[in-house]
């Protein structure tokens, strides 16, 4: 079944979804930007009609506006920016008065996110390992606009939650065209242990996306892309959503 698609936020990540969302069983019939959409003002019932579901890859500053928007216009949504989590309670509680579903993430690559799992696990290791220190670093292209990102400061929440409460040193680099890489480490004086993960192009954000919100279409509450990892990757198994061909490159 086809389903509507609202791309908000039509920039790089934007019209990547836009190419790809054939694949996912979209149709694209609503794009929205800075120029149709300041302070969310365009998300409107009359102007989302015929859509099923949002792509939302927008700013820090306009996020939490436009997933509220999104909600109150009955429309579920998957979102991928960031820096704008300090908001989620508001955008919570968005989602329940509006009755509609919401998947979120820092990053929606799902090499990302299995990379998040094996580092919170990790930690778990050297938390009780006390010659240990940590540190986190990443690097993207000059026009991201959050730093340290999304992504570096749930590696640090994770790691936290995972049992390691000593500190954690996080820096990060902008410079050029990287899609990103993230690199978690541990050293001693005996030894030093890195993990990381460097994404090759923005694809895998957009199809992680796209899963994220073919999932979400029809659901309510609000969910993390980690959450559903093994149900995307079951569905992915199961042929629902891309082709032949994409699955290879998505399935768990």
Known sequence: MTLGLAIV???KMGRLVERLAPEYGFAVCARFNSKNNAGG???TREALQGVDVAVEFSTPQTAARNIQQLAAAGVNAAVGSTGWLAHLPDVQRAVQEGGTGLVWAP???VGVNLFLKAVMYTATLFAQQQEYDAWGWEIHHAAKKDALSGTLLKLADDMRAGGYDRAIELSSNRAGAHPGTHEIGFDS???TITLRHTARSREGFAR??????RWVAGKKGVFEFQEILGELGEAARNGDGASKQERAKVSL
């Open 9 to 11: 936020g039509h920039g």
């Open 41 to 43: 003002e365009g998300l």
């Open 107 to 109: 990053n929606f690559s």
């Open 189 to 191: 004086l005996a030894d």
């Open 208 to 213: 992680g996306a796209l899963q994220a919100a």
